[in-house]
């Protein structure tokens, strides 16, 4: 496995004028080798000429966040991470890479969550080239590879959720904090052997898949009813308890087992209505 190794190029300004000078000091003895059909002068100028010109090649430039890898005849050498203009060995091979932050806007797509349930999901991640060797040369295509490998951890982290549940399961939709931090550890666990960094990973789409919505959004509704008047419910009875306790302690009213039941059938029915009361009064008595 290749690990990356930080090294320093030769500064390029210092490089420059040593070979501008050795430059014109070439083409000086070519031409004054011309005229006095000096052989040894025209081969020695032709000669510093292209040396000069070669050496010229070794000239690059490092942007800041980039790095340039450097490869002598296939070996690598190690990777400039210092802005600026250096120069090194001609025959070195220079490869840039940007260490800048990206975004790769996933694409919806659609897999079954852990109930068999279809439902489309993407996803947003935020990544960075921190190790240059291993972006350059342990995989193929390190760009596509970040695509790849996102996709397959989104499909694996759906197939291994539900989309929907109760409030102590594991959700997609009901603990996302949760569920991107499992998507970010995972990406993370998938993306090192590709040197690279995962800044943030997020899902940005999750819904059932249109032949199933109308169906899972009336399952939803019908759920979210069910919830809300056992909440009612619950309060109801509490509000009823507190009433008759009220009642007893202060000595309002004496009611006997009839008349306790009678009311609290009365209060519930108040209580956990959908419309407003419409109060009968009875005239008589309860036994009449």
């Given at each position: 496995?290749h ?22 000091a ?57 802005n600026?203009f250096?120069?090194?060995?001609p025959?070195?091979?220079k490869?840039k ?5 990206r ?27 921190v ?24 499909r694996h ?14 959700t ?21 052997r ?18 199933i919505?109308g ?74």
């Amino acid at each position: 496995m290749h690990k990356e190794k930080t090294i320093k190029a030769t500064s390029g300004w210092l490089m420059l004028p040593l070979l501008l000078v050795f430059f014109a000091a070439s083409i000086w003895v070519f031409i004054m080798g011309v005229p006095a059909k000096d052989p040894m002068r025209i081969a020695g100028g032709c000669l510093g000429f292209v040396v000069s010109l070669t050496l010229m090649a070794g000239f690059f430039i490092v942007n800041p966040k980039e790095a340039a890898a450097l490869l002598l005849f296939g070996d690598y050498k190690g990777s400039v991470k210092a802005n600026g203009f250096f120069w090194t060995n001609p025959f070195m091979t220079k490869q840039k890479i940007s260490l800048r932050a990206r975004n790769l806007n996933g694409e919806k797509i659609k897999v079954n969550d852990s109930t068999g349930n279809p439902i489309e999901i993407a996803t947003v991640v935020v990544w960075e080239v921190v190790d240059t060797a291993e972006a350059l040369f342990e995989v193929d295509d390190y760009r596509e590879y970040v695509e790849t490998q996102s996709e397959a951890a989104v499909r694996h982290l759906a197939s291994t959720h539900p989309y929907d549940g109760p409030d102590d399961v594991l959700t997609l939709r009901g603990t996302t904090e949760e569920i991107n931090e499992r998507l970010e550890r995972e990406l993370q666990e998938r993306l090192n052997r590709a040197g690279v960094n995962v800044i943030e990973a997020r899902l940005s789409h999750l819904a059932y898949a249109s032949e199933i919505a109308g169906a899972m959004l009336q399952r939803q509704q019908a759920a979210a009813v069910v919830a809300a008047r056992q909440q009612i419910v619950e309060g109801a009875v509490g509000m009823v308890e507190l009433a008759l306790d009220e009642l007893a302690q202060k000595g309002v009213v004496h009611l006997d087992d009839e008349r306790k039941a009678a009311m609290v059938s009365n209060l519930m029915v108040v209580l956990c209505s959908d419309h407003a009361a419409t109060p009968v009064v009875n005239a008589g008595t309860l036994y009449q």
